[in-house]
């Protein structure tokens, strides 16, 4: 069974509609550990040998959050600037993630089909994503397909309900399969 470290980060919970129904899905999950960034830093005083602790302790480690701008919140972007130090995640010397996964766990207001080249946003996620995927790689990791939720604005409470469920059943099936590395 992996450990599964899940750094959320949200700004804004208290106004969350979606990703507040994903934390309720995946409370009492065995082998998971929430580490919700903005409640432990509200300043963004991030306590680097603590994270690095944390990620030792963990195989999987996964950023959810909401789409912003194309990317993460900001507390994600100071998080990986201060944490995965040269000599620690990366460089010759730096071996300490090798052989963990890593990926993203998104709500994107925008619907599923304006995330495509013809599309209104002309990428995928994924294609968004590209600096966390090269990150993994660069700490060699290996970077696990996002996990998105798309048009938000538009879900109803039940069809959160049902992302929500998915979402308990995805980290299930991560956390109890063999990994193939
Ligand atoms: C500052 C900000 C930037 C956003 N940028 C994007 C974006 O680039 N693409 C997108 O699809 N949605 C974007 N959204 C919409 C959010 O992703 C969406 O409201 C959120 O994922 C819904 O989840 P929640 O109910 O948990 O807040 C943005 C929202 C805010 C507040």
Request: aromatic letters at 10%; glycine letters at 6%.
């Amino acid at each position: 069974m992996s450990k599964i470290l899940i750094l959320f980060a949200h700004p804004a919970l208290e106004k969350s509609r979606v990703q507040s129904q994903l934390l309720a899905a995946l409370r009492g999950l065995q082998g998971v550990t929430l580490h919700d960034l903005y409640e432990v830093y509200p300043d963004l005083n991030i306590d680097v040998r603590h994270e690095q602790s944390l990620l030792l302790q963990h195989d999987i480690i996964l950023f959810q959050h909401p789409f912003y701008w194309y990317s993460a919140p900001a507390i994600v972007k100071q998080w990986q600037d201060l944490v995965l130090e040269h000599g620690w995640a990366y460089g010759s010397s730096g071996t300490a993630l090798r052989g963990k996964r890593m990926g993203n766990v998104i709500t994107a207001g925008g619907p599923e089909t304006t995330y495509s080249k013809e599309g209104w946003h002309h990428h995928t996620i994924a294609d968004f994503l590209l600096p966390f995927e090269q990150t993994a790689i660069l700490c060699n990791m290996q970077y696990i397909p996002p996990f998105t939720i798309y048009g938000t604005h538009r879900l109803t409470p039940s069809l959160i309900q049902e992302q929500a469920v998915a979402y308990r059943q995805m980290l299930e099936q991560l956390r109890d399969e063999q990994t193939r590395i």
